[in-house]
């Protein structure tokens, strides 16, 4: 009989690589991709349809789940905490894990593989961190990792005799060379996201979705706008993102929901700029100061904002340099 197995694949070197060493034993394999709101990879940038066409490459069945609100409630608490940054990186796995080990059942596959190598990443992928995902996941003895195989007891599909040991490997710590040997002895020259694909892990971005979650504004909505621009926060109840481009200040537009408001100079060149919140008066003169400030680069030169796409047209200097830098995140 015939032995299938679900390969999680974020289009990666080393997920490719686990999947193309599976697939060489005959094994057949789906490929299933998680997406979060924190992935660096979208449609924007092409990283979509290369994951996509990669997969297409191995010719495997590909899915795509989306992890969610689920996702927002499980980075604001996490269980084994945070790394360097805001990176719940042993809690995200225990859960794609554990929505791993349901689809298994819907696509009958007998075994989970994965491309971690043991020491590869300082928080979850060391031994002790990688057997604590097994078990709190409910997968183990489930997931064979082929590119450390030989570093940890066989697999019940090891031992089953559904994949051979030893056309396995022992790959570990951080180094790529063992994996780039491989890829070139296996015939796969083409990957993703060759510095990691979490937002989470980005210093500055780690800042704006704790503020997100301190203010209680944390949502998926808020999480693609933070994506973009410039962070201000003027208060709890308050905040905005001004573009850096016309490609960003086009996004913001068409993120914009009813109750969000638009602000942008006119008769000068400048940011579009996406608030949300309770505007008041202190906040609208901030917004079109601050749109100003950028527009201008000048203190002195006045501007002429346009609001929410509306007739008002207000005529403001900008704000002081000073005053900005302390509004912004």
Not at 59 to 77: P, T
Not at 156 to 165: F, Q
Not at 252 to 278: C, N, Q, V, Y
Request: charged share 30%.
């Amino acid at each position: 009989m015939k032995r299938k197995a679900l390969g999680l694949f974020s289009g990666g070197l080393d997920s490719t690589l686990a999947i193309k060493v599976i697939l060489k034993q005959g094994i057949e394999v789906v490929a299933l991709n998680f997406k979060s709101p924190f992935c660096r990879c979208d449609t924007s940038n092409g990283c979509d349809s290369l994951i996509k066409r990669i997969a297409e490459d191995l010719k495997v069945d590909f899915k795509v789940m989306y992890l969610g609100d689920e996702y927002l409630e499980m980075i604001k608490e996490p269980k084994h905490g945070y790394g360097k940054n805001l990176n719940p990186c042993i809690d995200c796995r225990i859960l794609k894990f554990k929505k791993a080990k349901d689809f298994m059942k819907k696509t009958g596959a007998s075994f989970l593989i994965t491309g971690e190598v043991l020491g590869q990443r300082p928080m979850s992928q060391y031994r002790r961190a990688l057997e604590t995902i097994d078990k709190e996941s409910g997968v183990e003895d489930l997931v064979l990792r082929p590119l450390s195989a030989k570093l940890f007891s066989p697999t019940l599909a090891e031992r089953k005799g559904w994949v051979d040991r030893e056309k396995l490997f022992d790959i570990s710590g951080r180094g790529r060379r063992p994996q780039i040997a491989l890829a070139n002895e296996l015939g796969v020259y083409e990957y993703s996201c060759p510095a990691g694909g979490c937002l989470l892990t980005d210093p500055t971005f780690s800042k704006r979705i704790r503020n997100m979650m301190d203010c209680n504004n944390l949502t998926t909505k808020n999480i693609e706008v933070l994506k973009l621009g410039r962070y201000f926060r003027f208060n709890s109840y308050f905040w905005m993102v001004v573009a850096r481009d016309e490609k960003e200040s086009n996004k913001l537009r068409s993120l914009a929901g009813e109750e969000d408001f638009i602000f942008e100079p006119i008769d000068m060149p400048g940011p579009t700029a996406l608030a949300k919140g309770r505007l008041d008066e202190e906040s609208k003169s901030r917004c079109c100061r601050i749109i100003a400030w950028y527009t201008s680069k000048d203190e002195k030169t006045r501007v002429k904002i346009k609001y929410q796409d509306k007739e008002e047209i207000i005529d403001i200097e900008p704000i002081e340099e000073k005053v900005l830098n302390t509004l912004r995140i």
